[in-house]
């Protein structure tokens, strides 16, 4: 005899995943900062050693603005994978921590309305797949908030080695 798969188990995977890559794209944005971090730190430290020749000043301040507005950029982004944005107005849910807040003022409320919920199957899978949907949305505004951080990381690395190179041909 097959045992039934549990439906509802699929919801919570589902969800699950969605976690998976909102905590993904958040560590990379963290790596990001940190690295920037590390960059400008080192970069304090050489600022004032920097030799610029007179004739050349333009060229390496054409660099340094490209690496700043690269540097920015990426930055920006990096911050935008920890603030989401939910933009859709769904039912008030029992999974969701914003409506468990504001929503259900006491602990005794909630509790009444997550076992009414988890005993009425369509509803539980109504609610499970809204918040399935939301993580979503969420881990693909994330991902792709990541996404554009890196790439403007590697522009500001190439504006960094450009003036790395600079540096070292001028002197």
Avoid at 66 to 95: A, E, G, H, M
Avoid at 101 to 111: A, E, R
Avoid at 120 to 138: P, R, T
Avoid at 157 to 170: G, I, Q
Wanted: hydrophobic share 45%.
């Amino acid at each position: 005899m097959h045992k039934k798969p549990n439906i509802i188990s699929n919801y919570w995977e589902l969800i699950d995943y969605n976690v998976h890559h909102i905590r993904h794209s958040e560590l990379k944005a963290s790596l990001i900062l940190t690295a920037y971090g590390i960059i400008f730190g080192m970069a304090y430290d050489v600022s004032g050693e920097l030799i610029i020749p007179e004739n050349y000043s333009y060229i390496f301040y054409i660099i340094v603005v490209t690496l700043i507005c690269f540097t920015l950029l990426s930055i920006t982004f990096s911050f935008k994978v920890y603030i989401p944005r939910i933009n859709q107005k769904l039912k008030k849910s029992v999974f969701f921590f914003h409506d468990v807040n504001f929503f259900y003022k006491t602990p005794d409320k909630y509790s009444k309305e997550l076992v009414r919920v988890m005993e009425n199957e369509k509803e539980l899978k109504e609610l499970l797949a809204e918040q399935a949907y939301i993580n979503g949305v969420i881990a693909s505004e994330k991902y792709t908030n990541v996404t554009k951080a890196i790439r403007y990381m590697i522009y500001s690395f190439c504006a960094l080695t450009v003036l790395l190179l600079f540096e070292f041909l001028v002197m």
